[in-house]
């Protein structure tokens, strides 16, 4: 499965759009992209999933590059609620039930 | 239920003794994982049904470690002998398919257990 790099931690205020950048190098053609929040003391929740260019939904937009091997979650105007764990996650399509994690990105919003 | 129920919310326990951890996954659901989140970590994966079966159980550190689902839908995971680098809350996961990396995982609290 390929592995996922992303910043340990990032600082925002209320407010501000948030793009966290994840680079997953060695990405296979048939490897989804998947983002995952995760609030103290809660499991992870699932937030988006991409393939390739962009997809929005109510929460956050994914952008993927044509060479997918990076990854951007942007967070619109973010509020004190989203400071949270991001994990950037990658695995393949058929048939595959292990997610891996890694550490995440902390991400702080500030007043 | 709404979510994913797991129990006990926390467990404390002396360093050789039993513990269960059970988990009622969103009913329909036929996938069930485990996972385990040390602090500061990312879960990790150990185990995974597809209705009753286990389908995969690799990521289980020892045979320490086992897990069941005896009608498709409960299930739970049992630790014997437990030792203080067992502690971490463990996660249990649904979902409709078995497919994790294309759909949604459904993520439960966590049982979080400390092993003295």
């Known amino acids: 499965l390929a592995k996922t790099t992303q910043p340990i931690s990032m600082d925002s205020y209320e407010g501000q ?95 | 239920g709404a979510g994913v129920s797991q129990t006990p919310s926390n467990k404390v326990t002396e360093k050789g003794k039993y513990v269960e951890l059970r988990c009622d996954p969103i009913s329909g659901h ?26 995969d159980d690799s990521g289980l550190p020892n045979d320490r470690f086992f897990a069941v689902r005896p009608e498709g839908s409960v299930s739970t995971l049992k630790i014997q002998r437990t030792e203080r680098g067992d502690s971490a809350v463990y996660l249990c996961a649904s979902s409709f398919g078995g497919n994790a990396n294309t759909g949604e995982l459904f993520f439960g609290e966590g049982s979080r257990l400390t092993v003295l």
């Open chain 1, 17 to 111: 759009e948030v793009n966290i950048t994840c680079s997953h190098n060695n990405i296979a053609t048939n490897d989804y992209i998947t983002w995952y929040q995760q609030f103290p003391s809660q499991g992870p929740r699932f937030i988006i999933q991409g393939y390739k260019t962009k997809v929005t939904n109510e929460v956050a937009s994914l952008f993927i590059p044509a060479d997918r091997k990076s990854s951007t979650l942007s967070l619109p105007r973010v509020s004190l609620s989203d400071t949270a764990v991001y994990y950037c996650l990658v695995g393949p399509m058929d048939s595959s039930y292990k997610l891996i994690f890694g550490s995440g990105t902390r991400l702080l919003v500030r007043p």
């Open chain 2, 30 to 55: 036929t996938a069930l994982y485990w996972y385990r989140q040390s602090l500061g970590q990312g879960p990790e994966f150990l185990i995974y049904f597809q209705g009753t079966g286990a389908a």
